[in-house]
């Protein structure tokens, strides 16, 4: 079962910030946060990830609290393309991979 | 650089057949792993394999097989089709094997069992 809570859908504004938050109450301080999102009739696009600390690249910030227990995704300014599915995934550090667990995700629409 | 490549993209089958499904990775990538995707359970986990070998397997049953070859291109095989294999299977690859590096996922292939 996936480690992750999300909301089910979520609505933006096109050109504004979205963000999408992401509950792992019981992460292990061996796992890292990963963002993976799926546009309509594609495979999963691996967007960010990180450990205790901020990330951020070209695509979108990865916000992790302190405590490690929530993260939240930002994607700066949204665009109609931006439109998809998006999974929270927690994965162990550990030698030899370990297979991606998707919960449901959050459905984002990006509105004009 | 090329993505992942996925062969056939679309597929009809009819209910006993059997299927094989390719996946060539992103050049360099050594570990292909295979995902089944329908309406109704989501995106579950086949199997990995990393150096022709086969590292995880998910709770699928043994009708559902791969292999890889030392060029690191990867196929799967489903026996005896049942009309609820009927589901997109994506393949996914990475460089290496610590869970530290993104997958990369192909377009996936839309298999209908008839």
């Known amino acids: 079962d996936a480690k992750t809570t999300q909301p089910p859908s979520m609505d933006c504004a096109e050109g504004r910030a979205a963000n999408l938050p992401c509950n792992h109450s019981?992460?292990?301080?061996?796992?890292?946060v990963y963002w993976y999102r799926q546009i309509h009739s594609q495979g999963p696009q691996y967007i960010i990830h990180g450990l205790k600390n901020n990330e951020t690249n070209e695509m979108a910030s990865l916000i992790i609290t302190e405590d490690r227990k929530s993260s939240t995704l930002i994607l700066p300014h949204a665009t109609l393309r931006d439109t998809a599915v998006y999974y929270c995934?927690?994965?162990?550090?550990?030698?030899?991979?370990?297979?991606?667990?998707f919960g449901k995700g959050t459905r984002l629409s990006v509105i004009a | 650089k090329a993505g992942v490549t996925q062969t056939p993209r679309y597929l009809i089958k009819t209910r006993g057949q059997q299927v094989t499904l390719s996946c060539s990775p992103i050049s360099g990538h050594r570990s292909v792993s295979w995902y089944q995707q329908t309406p109704g359970q989501g995106l579950q986990f086949l199997f990995e394999?990393?150096?022709?070998?086969?590292?995880n397997k998910g709770n699928f049953p043994g009708r559902f097989s791969g292999r890889q070859f030392s060029n690191s291109r990867s196929e799967m095989n489903v026996s005896t089709l049942e009309l609820g294999d009927s589901a997109l299977y994506l393949c996914?690859?990475?460089?290496?094997?610590?869970?530290?590096?993104?997958?990369?996922f192909g377009s996936g292939t839309r298999l209908t069992v008839v």
């Open positions: 995934i927690v994965r162990v550090i550990r030698s030899g991979n370990t297979p991606l667990v």
């Open positions: 394999y990393f150096s022709e070998t086969q590292r």
């Open positions: 019981t992460i292990s301080g061996n796992e890292y």
């Open positions: 996914a690859s990475t460089w290496g094997t610590d869970n530290l590096y993104g997958y990369t």
